[in-house]
Antibody
Framework: QVQLVESGGGMVQPGRSLRLSCAASGFTFSSYHMHWVRQAPGKGLEWVAVLWYDGSTKYYADSVKGRFTISRDNSKNTLYLQMNSLRAEDTAVYFC????????????WGQGTLVIVSS | DIQMTQSPSSVSASVGDRVTITCRASQGLSTWLAWYQQKPGKAPNLLIYAASTLQSGVPSRFSGSGSGTVFTLTISSLQPEDFATYYCQQANIFPYTFGQGTKLEIK
């Protein structure tokens, strides 16, 4: 079945870096755009970034632009999020999500990985 | 950025009730809108996309309507498993944005 599994979360000090991974299985990963979405504790959902199926195009939320980089390795069926210059306000559960066929909806989500930025 | 505003922010209802949640966009979306359900500690789950298309496997008591700037999610007869938080999401222009959420609680 379609599955997304995030990893790489943890506690990190402000200003440091962290890389999240999202391992995909059960579908042709290289055919789908992929997203990162985050949710701060007790808050709503915030879209973070998207990467086209072939790696050609990416967009970011203003809140992470210049600090976060989305990438993928289609040979490993894995999506990444490199997070640099982390801030306290980046504390959240980070979900990867698949872009559904044709209507830009998030039709499959991982279970999420928690990132805590604190000194 | 497109602002998405949901109403109400919370609602109390009973099993069997009909509930409607409204989502308003700050600019026209055509039908580029999706609805998600999220339960505590879990990832969101897609219910509706393209404003009114039911995602495979989602019960038919869920329905969506609207276009442009006003959209609704209706649950025709609440079941115990429907008590959760619901989010709308615009999928028209980057950055994609979500509504603030509507928490559906048991009366």
């Amino acid at each position: 079945q379609v599955q997304l599994v995030e990893s790489g979360g943890g506690m990190v000090q402000p200003g440091r870096s962290l890389r999240l991974s999202c391992a995909a299985s059960g579908f042709t990963f290289s055919s789908y755009h992929m997203h990162w979405v985050r949710q701060a504790p007790g808050k709503g959902l915030e879209w973070v970034a998207v990467l086209w199926y072939d790696g050609s195009t990416k967009y970011y939320a203003d809140s992470v632009k210049g600090r976060f980089t989305i990438s993928r390795d289609n040979s490993k069926n894995t999506l990444y999020l490199q997070m640099n210059s982390l801030r306290a306000e980046d504390t959240a559960v980070y979900f990867c999500a698949r872009d559904g066929d044709g209507y830009n909806q998030f039709d499959c989500w991982g279970q999420g990985t928690l990132v805590i930025v604190s000194s | 950025d497109i602002q998405m505003t949901q109403s109400p922010s919370s609602v109390s209802a009973s099993v069997g009730d009909r509930v409607t949640i409204t989502c308003r966009a700050s600019q026209g979306l055509s039908t580029w809108l999706a609805w998600y359900q999220q339960k505590p500690g879990k990832a969101p789950n897609l219910l509706i996309y393209a404003a009114s298309t039911l995602q495979s496997g989602v019960p038919s008591r869920f329905s969506g309507s609207g276009s442009g700037t006003v959209f609704t999610l209706t649950i025709s007869s609440l079941q115990p498993e429907d008590f959760a938080t619901y989010y709308c999401q615009q999928a028209n222009i980057f950055p994609y944005t979500f509504g603030q959420g509507t928490k559906l609680e048991i009366k």
